[in-house]
Structure formats: C-alpha cells, structure tokens
C-alpha cells in the first residue's frame, strides 16, 4: 500500500490545513503516515525537526493502539499531551494516517478539536482511504 | 508504505534493522550518523532508555540524492532484537519498504540469528509480506572479532544457517569500525528504490 499525491492532492491537503487548522490558531501541523512518513506540514516549524517528530507521532499512536487493545478497543481516536506552553493534540485520519497539531496555551482545546475533527472529514477522500 | 510527493518530486523509503539483541542494529545506524555529513543525514533519534539495549526504536533519516528527477529520502529505523519486544518489532515495521538483517558472530548466537530472522520471516507473513519479495541484505556482524580469543561462526557456516534458502545479497561487516556499512547501505537503498518503483509501475 503506498501512497503518491499529485501536486493538485498536496495543494488541496495544504488549503485544509492552512484554512481549519492555521487560521483557528495552531503553531504548526503535519500529515504524516502511520509508517512515520511526513507528507505535508505547515506552518512555523522554527527549531522543530518535524521528520523525527513524524517518525516519534507514528510510533506514539501505534505504541496507544497496543494500549487500546488490552482494553478492548482497536486504537485511540485521538491523543491529546498537554505542555506547559506548547500542546499537542493527535488525530487519527482514515486508517492510515494521523493529523498532528500544535498549538499554544491561548488557543482552546475545544476549538482545536472541533476543526480537526471537520479537517480529518476532508481529508479522507482525498487520501484515498476508508473512514 | 513508501510515500510519492510529486509537489516536490520526493520519495521517503522506510528500511528497518533487524536482527538479534546486541547484534550491532544501532552500532550501524551510529557509525552511518557519525560518518555522513550534515547535507545527507538528518537527526538522529534514539528513544532515551536505561541500558545499552533498544527500547523501542532509532531513527536516522537521510538523503540519497536524485534518481531520474526524483529525491530520495530514507528513514533508517532499528528494532529491539530481545525476543520479549516483539509487539514493537511489528509496530517498526509497519509500512517497512527494505529489511537489514544483522547477524551476529558470536558463536554463541548462532541460534539466536536463527531464531530472529524465523520471527521477521512471521512478522512480515502477518502483514501479508514475504520474506522472499521484499528486499534484504544480511550483514554478518562483528567480524573484527576474528582475530580474538572469542569464537565466532565462520561466514560459510553463517551463509548455511540463514542464507541457504533466501540467497539475498549479504556482507561481512564491523559495525562498530565501519567495515561493511556502508556497502550494506547502499546494497539495501539500490533493492529498496528498485522495489518501490517496480511496485509502482505496476499500480
């Protein structure tokens, strides 16, 4: 199962982001595979390697899935960790990727969940995958 | 799970280390870190865990450079070899597009080696991959050791045990000096890019 995205696809993906995410008042957010690859992120990653960060999100979420099954689930829907300035909040997207967004302390977790969930809407068609 | 991004025409290529605990995986990805410039290789991530031994994961990206107008980007991972850890040995392979299999030397590891490379042979079965498809290159590890007092297994004996019946590409290797990584490396990324195209032609 690979993936290729044409430009059109990545163009689309990046409006989404941009329009939802970035607007509402995130930092930063990345689409990344469930094998760690990166696919788009935008943003301000000033000082953030954003490749490791899709490789640790990936082994994060999948490390969470194993956790879900011993208690009877097949994965988390979503993952949220909490930082003293910055936090960040995990969105499972079809069955193969993840939405990872940063935000700060002055941007609601309500918000920031609420646009995801629209985003992660959008973006399953064009991905390609099932929802 | 290979990824094209034709915005950028970029493709990302994920090779694991595999092979048998305190084999020399993470040696491997240790010495292709400290001997890459900073314009080929990315961070290198090692999950922070008590011990010498691999917890979870490391994590080396690098740029090869252009194949026919495409980038292309690699993702070194290892797995912990200890047997018990097998439930994160199957989550680093998720979307694995080539396999590095580490074999150790040691005499005393024969079985170990065995044993490992049956239990990626299982775990790559569970995803639907097979062994034989997918691309491999065995690097026999500590061969430096030759000239010491420890006993090790002869390369003969080692191509009988695990490269009888695959006949993959292999190397004598010491991760630990540089010897063989390289061309370990670069045998895997030609298999690996080969693969994902082929793979691709035929979608």
């Given amino acids: 199962m690979d993936l290729v995205l ?31 690859n990166l696919i788009v992120n935008r943003g301000d990653p ?22 879900a099954k011993l208690i009877g689930e097949d994965d988390f829907a979503l993952l949220f960790h909490k930082g003293k300035n910055e936090n960040i909040h995990f969105t499972k997207v079809g069955k193969g990727f993840i939405l990872i967004t940063l935000f700060g302390k002055d941007v609601s977790l309500g918000l920031i969940r609420l646009n995801t969930a629209r985003v992660t809407d959008t973006l399953v068609p064009i991905l390609g995958g099932e929802q | 799970m290979s990824f094209i991004d034709l915005s950028k025409n970029e493709v ?54 252009q194949i026919q107008g495409l980038s292309i980007k690699i993702q070194l ?31 005393v590891q024969k079985e170990k080696n065995v044993e490992s490379l049956d239990n990626l042979r299982q775990n790559l079965a ?4 097979d062994i034989k498809e ?11 050791l030759g000239g010491s007092n420890i006993p090790i297994l002869s390369v003969e004996k080692m191509q009988e045990d ?16 540089g010897d063989g990584v390289f061309e370990t490396l ?18």
């Fill in chain 1, 6 to 36: 044409s430009k059109e696809s990545i163009d689309n993906i990046i409006s989404v982001l941009d329009e939802d995410l970035l607007r509402a008042g995130a930092d930063c957010v990345l689409l990344v595979d469930r094998s760690g």
């Fill in chain 1, 46 to 67: 000033a000082n953030l390697d954003v490749v490791a960060l899709a490789a640790l999100s990936a082994a994060n979420f999948g490390a969470t899935a194993e956790i």
């Fill in chain 2, 12 to 65: 990302q290529c994920k090779i694991v280390y595999y092979g048998p605990g305190r084999g020399g995986k993470t040696t491997n990805l240790l010495y292709l870190h400290q001997a890459m410039t900073d314009s080929v290789r990315g961070k290198m991530v090692t999950i922070d865990t008590k011990g010498d031994r691999t917890l979870f994961f490391d994590f080396l990206p690098l740029a090869l450079g």
């Fill in chain 2, 77 to 107: 991972y290892t797995v912990p070899g200890q047997v018990m850890y097998n439930a994160t040995r199957k989550l680093v392979l998720k979307g694995v597009d080539g396999i590095v299999f580490v074999a150790d030397s040691l005499k």
């Fill in chain 2, 126 to 129: 569970e995803d639907n991959i």
């Fill in chain 2, 134 to 144: 997918i691309p491999l290159v065995l690097q026999y590890n500590k061969r430096d």
């Fill in chain 2, 162 to 177: 695990l490269n009888r019946e695959l006949q993959v590409p292999w190397f004598s290797g010491s991760a630990l000096k």
């Fill in chain 2, 186 to 203: 670069r045998e895997i990324s030609k298999g690996t890019v080969k693969y994902v195209s082929r793979k691709l032609l035929s979608r």
